[in-house]
């Protein structure tokens, strides 16, 4: 019987980023509404999927061997596991997202000390539990089913809320007094999993395939000839992660240059290329940058 690595994908708001960043990683995988078992064209991989806030309990208990959840949630159900990558997503952006404290606009609360006494709303208990224990605050935290925002100030004094920009509280008139902590998505291991050399070496090969495909993230890559008399001034024009690389072509008055941009800086460089004596310049994407 060969080996299978089980391995949880985060269902919600995290699962369709996820899902592509193993598409630009290597592997397909394929989910249904119907079905808590995605599909993968990697027959020694097993997906299931398991709310993102779950993950690191069923990952502690081994009834996974590894999952991706965030920190935040590796934190809030107190998990000893073991991180294999940070991968740095979110559901809207490649960043990372902050727990924040927030009160309404109106309230007189500036820090977490007014807060003594009070009612503070949030979906992360336990840590803002450890929050308030460590700056001396005694205050009753409420578990929230969610539309935290709209809790202050009749149903709590103030939430700990997770945001990537901040709009959403402020729509909800709230103002940020204090963030908790960051917290970016890692894929995590079961700790005897992690022993186990297959699936350590499995979840490597992973590992490096991921963060290649994060690394790849607003990157093409960049194609041209030019003559090698040119060669100094089209140098001069092109920023790199390492030196371009460089290679002779048939004719020895030409060579072939090879490298890998910033997208965004694409538009403008281009035609400095062009300017420096570049020709047959290829601009193409790419689906992993391994280091």
């Not at 996974?64 to 990558?85: F, H, I, P, R, Y």
């Not at 990372?96 to 000390?113: G, M």
Request: hydrophobic share 45%; with cysteine.
């Amino acid at each position: 019987m060969s080996e299978k690595l089980k391995l949880g994908i985060p269902k919600g708001s995290l699962e369709s980023a996820t899902v592509d960043l193993f598409r630009r990683a290597g592997f397909n995988i394929s989910t249904s509404s119907r079905s808590y078992f995605p599909s993968i064209d990697d027959p020694e991989i097993e997906c299931m999927l398991i709310r993102a806030q779950e993950m690191a309990r069923y990952v502690d208990d081994g009834i996974l061997d590894a999952g991706l959840t965030g920190l935040d949630w590796v934190a809030e159900n107190d998990a000893d596991v073991q991180v294999v990558c940070d991968l740095v997503y979110s559901k809207q952006s490649f960043g990372k997202v902050r727990w924040v404290l927030a009160v309404p606009e109106a309230s007189p609360f500036q820090t977490v000390k007014d807060l003594e006494g009070k009612i503070i709303s949030t979906e992360l208990v336990g840590a803002t539990r450890r929050y308030l224990a460590q700056h001396g605050v005694t205050a009753k935290v409420e578990f929230s089913w969610g539309a935290t925002e709209v809790k202050p100030p009749v149903l709590a004094d103030a939430i700990v809320e997770v945001t990537e920009t901040g709009s959403s509280l402020r729509a909800n008139k709230l103002r940020i007094i204090e963030t908790l902590f960051e917290s970016n998505t890692q894929l995590i291991a079961n700790k005897s999993s992690w022993a186990h050399a297959w699936k350590r070496r499995k979840l490597e090969d992973i590992r490096m395939l991921l963060e290649g495909a994060m690394g790849a993230l607003g990157k093409v890559g960049l194609m041209l000839n030019v003559k090698t008399s040119d060669l100094p001034n089209v140098l001069a024009v092109l920023p790199a992660l390492k030196n371009p690389t460089i290679s002779n072509l048939s004719d020895g008055e030409w060579v072939a240059v090879n490298t890998i941009l910033e997208e965004a800086t694409v538009r403008a460089i281009i035609p400095r290329l062009k300017e420096a004596g570049a020709q047959g310049i290829v601009e193409y994407p790419l689906n992993k940058v391994v280091m």
